[in-house]
């Protein structure tokens, strides 16, 4: 049972554009989105994170939407750029016990200059 | 640097073989974490820590024991080394999660 899935697997757009990532979780439990961004033989680096209690959050060019109802939540990059090329993983965890971290399958996103 | 240091980079074990992939934080984290990273599958949780003598399962753990003894070091290791353990291996710790894990650049193992 796959706890946080994430589409789509691959996005290609121009420089300039949005591209959006999506991701959706069952568990009502979790309380912490985070987004993980990785380079081609890196391990993955921190983004950017939500909480549920927030609708939207903002850093530099992305740009997390949180839909607590849907049980839904996206990444943004405005302004795209070919050094945005990477894979994004989205995840989720909830707060207390364990503090497991779950990930998505992760979306390759390419951006052409 | 501080952060998460992972060895070896790279290695190559045949079927049957057992090894221990290393794991170190300077960061004083309480939470450690094994994942591997095969392509379409995202990363998969094998074992974590949440602190000195506590591990704990992850979602795919069979094949694989950690133990944690100190707060720096999360050791993982192979019993008898399959095929199917041909991944990329990553070590990550974080302080609390509402700082995100720090992961370390991965270990790349091929079983032959």
């Known amino acids: 049972q796959q706890q946080v899935k994430q589409s789509p697997q691959s996005l290609i757009v121009q420089k300039g554009g949005i591209p959006i990532i999506n991701c959706a979780y069952e568990?009502?439990?979790?309380?912490?989105f985070p987004w993980y961004q990785q380079f081609p033989g890196k391990g993955p680096a921190l983004l950017i994170a939500?909480?549920?209690?927030?609708s939207e959050k903002k850093e530099g060019r992305f740009t997390i939407s949180f839909n607590k109802s849907a049980k839904q939540f996206s990444l943004h990059i405005m302004d795209s750029q070919p050094g945005d090329s990477a894979t994004y993983f989205c995840?989720?965890?909830?707060?207390?016990?364990?503090?497991?971290?779950?990930f998505g399958k992760g979306t390759k996103l390419t951006v052409n200059p | 640097n501080a952060g998460v240091t992972q060895t070896p980079k790279f290695q190559v074990l045949k079927t049957g073989q057992s090894m221990t992939l290393q794991c170190a934080q300077d960061m004083n984290h309480e939470y450690m974490s094994w994942y591997r990273q095969d392509p379409g599958m995202g990363l998969r949780l094998i074992h974590y820590s949440v602190g000195a003598g506590i591990t704990d399962q992850g979602e795919v753990p069979n094949g694989y024991n950690v133990s944690r003894s100190t707060t720096e070091d999360f050791p993982l290791r192979l019993l008898s080394a399959a095929p199917s353990q041909t991944s990329v291996y990553f070590c990550?710790?974080?302080?609390?999660?509402?700082?995100?894990?720090?992961f370390g650049s991965g270990t790349r193992l091929t079983v032959v």
């Open positions: 990550a710790s974080s302080f609390d999660s509402r700082r995100g894990y720090t």
């Open positions: 568990n009502t439990a979790f309380d912490y």
């Open positions: 995840a989720a965890s909830k707060m207390g016990g364990s503090e497991k971290l779950v």
């Open positions: 939500i909480r549920p209690d927030v």
